[in-house]
């Protein structure tokens, strides 16, 4: 099967005053089409360095990373903006929606951005699916933390992305909540064939997924437990 | 395209405070701005339309005498078969009325036929043209300006004395046409015909009068080449040739200068109301840095995201031209009326198409020109941020905003010299305003850091308050900044006029000035004047010779007029130098200085004068005069008094004071040149009061009516309330800055606030009360308003001495009340805005914002 996401020996460093700290060292990693990715890491690990990397958001300082057999640093910043709305959608902790749109046109956004025709019916359905078919119009004030995770999940899918990039999604909801917003996640992308990299600390959830990466001291391990289970 | 409005319209929409407080303030920049421009192109239009009938011909020619036979050859070469000529003649003197009171006027003795171009409006008779009343001509009749009916107590049908004719008052002239070269007269205008003017007897001894020729050219000629070919066939420095466009000019010079004055001051404004969009569209981005990652991090480029905002800007620019028009619309006719003793006929203002235009421009480009730092947060925007928790994508400081400020800095100056039409003027408001601005922002900057140490030990209010104004520097500054500027703006300006009016002392009986001044006195009625006076216990006090000469070389080169074509000039530098240069001179002799004059460089010219050396005669120059001239001490100059060329060498440079109405000249000869040369006498009468000033005047009109007398007092008054009416206008710009100033502090008020807003809640959950919070946006806001109104007030102080001192003939007082009132003023409007714009976040309850965590 063809390989959807190809990172090869990324490394990033960051300077803290004087003192140089490598984030990332040399890390390789290979996703295939509607595969299931989860991250572990404690915190300040690079967990969400990786992830804009991925996303394009970052450069590596050195490495090369592989979307759709597109290397991303061949792509100028508005080329790599176009790709990104195409080819991936992400899920944020904090959801990172527009404070003074609505649900509605906060999920319409990517598909305005890439010149979609009935953007706002596309994203009517995509809020339909996540179940929020009766807040359409509600900014995200008026919303609750469950119901901005559903919005912004309908957001990274509304374009139907080929990767879903998840920083940590239910981490700012309460169990339940963040139960079902997960359940919600993992059905969609299984539905719509997405590939999934999920950066989570829940255990639980990772068990979930087809692989679970741990993220420590630079480098990306395999979880020994999960395969020796 | 179509992403990039949808975004930019949502942002106006989901953002209504911000848009409508950028809208608001922008257009209240544009209000002043608009509405000098729009008064200026009314005033050129009705320059450009109406100047035949200002000067009443194609063109004329004027001269403080008859054109000599040879002169008059010399023209009639020039112009074409078929061409009319009709002659006028005017000059000032006095009148004087059966009821025994005398007033002076301008006299304009007309040939039937004048003018060529407009109407005469009458009280009784209407419009008249070409003045084709023949009981003017025919009958010793006469028309006056409205003013004198009770000036005089004169009316219809009863007669008026003038020199040492009987005239009766046939009609009012409510408007008049024709030889308009003053935009304002000294004197209220008598209309006699030409025919009449002997009998007066006016000019038979030596009354200073001008001779003019006006022409009305066949359809179809070559105006231009006509007029250029007499100018260079009559280089006679005392005869001026004005073609219609040049007398439009000079008629409406005063109001030119005016609105130039006031765009540049109206640009004050509007750069402070763009300050103050350009700072409110900062808090907006920097409140939106989150969104515009999120929407980086959707896909969209930065270019989009940038363009997204300025397309917004330009939607608020158009927006806030509109109301911004509809206020011009209701203030230019008021703009208008205000200036309407500056104009020789009303100016009927429109807004035109390229008003308009440029509003649009204006607003759009300033938008986005003062948006550039921000629009430059952008592009260096983080977007990968957003996965870190605590960090937000915008929150960095760079110093390199300073550059993205330079284009705006370059666009002032650009507007500036374009408003200004003057390099020079141009120039030096760009400097001054500039260094103003720089002075304000280091010692606002300076201040603040001070302050919060002063008060280290105060209450806690005051703490807070100082803690608050010091921490939050860019805040502070850029409020203290724009209250400044328009603190020494509307303090300046008055600084002037009360030091005018000081200088003039028209309420002081006492006063330095001379109360009545008297011209046209020949050699022969000295004496009889002086010893009239003298029974009378009213001396004739600075008696002196007035001697009318013609340069003819200065440094060794025969005198020519400027080359430059003064009628086509547009350019402010230029006509005023022409008109300078252009002038023939009056000068006179005398062996001592008076008050009133200073020698600035060089001795006091030799006291005797041998008429047999070949030492030529030594003169005192007036330093602005000798500034356009080009000449310095030591320098040569010829000149010709009555016909006869004397070398003379300029061996000091004066300063006078003209303001003190003494009777002072450019040049100055020593005695002993001059004394048979023909001349006439000028002098003054001082210390009279109202009773003995009415008295004398109508004494001397009875026994000497050839000569005219000028009241001072009223002249002062005049000039003064030709003073207060561009006062009036320039201070109306100056509150359109303050105006602009008050809603930057409310928008940074609003902001600090919303910064502030969980601080403020904390201090409200730690026991705080609303009335603690207050006071403490009071003090914060009520220090800065007083340390601003403080330092603009003593800047415009400096500015106004400065300029007093170097421009205005040292005319220079400070007065106390007005800045004081204005410092209480702005304090006042500064708490009260502040409180205003901070109140929602004061009285909000502290556990919404928990819930809201």
Known sequence: MQTLLDLKKITKTFHQGEQRVEVLKSVNLSVKPGERIAILGQSGTGKSTLLSIMAGLDHPDLGTIEVNQQNLASLNQDELSRFRSKHIGIVFQQYHLMRHLTALENVGIPLELQRIPNSLEKAREALNLVGLSHRLAHCPAQLSGGECQRVAIARAMVSEPSIILADEPSGNLDQKTGEEIMGLIFRLCKDRQQTLILVTHNQDLAQKCDRTLILSEGMLKQDVHKELK | ?????????????????????????????????????????????????????????????????????????????????????????????????????????????????????????????????????????????????????????????????????????????????????????????????????????????????????????????????????????????????????????????????????????????????????????????????????????????????????????????????????????????????????????????????????????????????????????????????????????????????????????????????????????????????????????????????????????SSLSLRMATRSLGRNRSHSVTGFLALGLGVLLLNLIPQFQNSLENELGLDNPSGKLPKLFLFDIQEDQVEPLQDLLKKEGHPLDNLTPWVRGKLLKVKGKPYRMSEAKEPNSTNSDEQRRNRFRNRGFNLSYRDRLLESEEILRGRMVSLSFDPTSDKPAEISVEQKYAESLGIDLNDKIEIEVGGVPIAAVVVNIRRVRWTSFQPNFFVQMQPGVLDQAPKTFIATLNHLNAEQKEDSQNLLVRNFPTISILDVERTGKKILSIVEQMTWALQLMAILSIMAGLVILYSISREKAREQRWEINLLKILGASFKDLRNQVRIEFGLLGLCASILGVSLSALVSFILAEYIFDKVWTFHLALPLGIIFTVVTLSVLTAEWATKKVLLEKPNSILQEN
Not at chain 2, 50 to 63: K, P
Not at chain 2, 180 to 203: C, D, G, M, R, Y
Not at chain 2, 271 to 285: P, Q
Not at chain 2, 433 to 445: K, P, T
């Open chain 2, 1 to 457: 395209m179509n992403f990039l409005f949808r975004n930019a319209w949502r942002e106006i929409k989901n953002n209504r405070t911000f848009s409508l407080f950028y809208i608001v303030n922008l257009a209240l920049g544009l209000v002043g701005f608009l509405t000098i421009d729009s008064f200026k192109s009314s005033l050129d239009e009705k320059v450009s339309l109406e100047s035949r009938s200002l000067l009443g011909a194609d063109f004329a020619i004027r001269a403080r005498r008859p054109l000599t036979q040879e002169e008059k050859e010399k023209v009639d070469n020039f112009i074409p078969p078929g061409t009319k000529e009709v002659k006028v003649i005017d000059f000032y003197s006095m009148a004087a009325a059966s009821s025994g009171r005398s007033r002076l006027v301008k006299v304009v003795a007309m040939e039937p036929g004048f003018p060529f171009y407009g109407k005469f409006e009458l009280k009784l008779q209407g419009k008249v043209a070409k003045s084709a009343n023949e009981l003017l001509h025919n009958r010793e009749n006469i028309w006056i300006y409205p003013e004198l009916r009770n000036q005089l107590e004169v009316d219809l049908g009863e007669m008026i004395k003038i020199g040492e004719a009987q005239f009766r008052v046939t009609d009012f002239v409510m408007n008049d046409t024709g030889l308009q070269f003053q935009p304002a007269e000294l004197a209220p205008k008598v209309f006699i015909s030409k025919n009449n003017l002997a009998k007066t007897n006016l000019l038979l001894q030596g009354n200073t009068a001008f001779h003019n020729s006006l022409y009305k050219l066949p359809l179809n000629s070559e105006e231009e080449k006509i007029i250029e070919a007499i100018e260079k066939g009559i280089t006679t420095p005392d005869i001026r040739i004005f073609s219609h466009q040049k007398a439009g000019h000079r008629a409406g010079r005063l109001l030119n200068y005016l609105s130039d004055f006031l765009s540049l001051v109206s640009l004050v404004a509007l750069f402070l109301a763009t300050l103050g969009s350009g700072y409110l569209f900062h808090g907006f981005i920097v409140n939106k840095t989150t969104d515009i990652a999120i929407l980086l991090s959707l896909g969209a480029t930065k270019r989009t995201a940038i363009f997204t905002y300025v397309i917004q800007l330009m939607l608020l620019g158009l927006f806030a031209c509109l109301p911004a028009l509809v206020c011009v619309l209701l203030l230019l006719p008021i703009v208008s009326g205000a200036l309407q003793g500056l104009m020789p006929s009303s100016v009927d203002v429109f807004i035109s198409t390229q008003t308009i235009i440029l509003a649009f421009l204006v607003a759009i480009l300033a938008g986005w020109l003062l948006a550039l730092p921000s629009l430059q947060k952008i592009k260096r925007l983080n977007p990968a941020n957003l996965f870190r928790e605590a960090a937000r994508p915008g929150s960095f400081t760079d110093k390199k905003w300073i550059l993205a400020i330079i284009p705006a800095v370059l666009a002032f100056w650009g507007l500036t010299l374009f408003q200004s039409n003057s390099w020079k003027l141009g120039n030096l408001f760009f400097i001054c305003f500039l260094v103003s601005a720089i002075i304000l922002y280091a010692i606002g900057g300076f201040c603040l850091r001070g302050v919060e140490k002063l008060f280290k030990r």
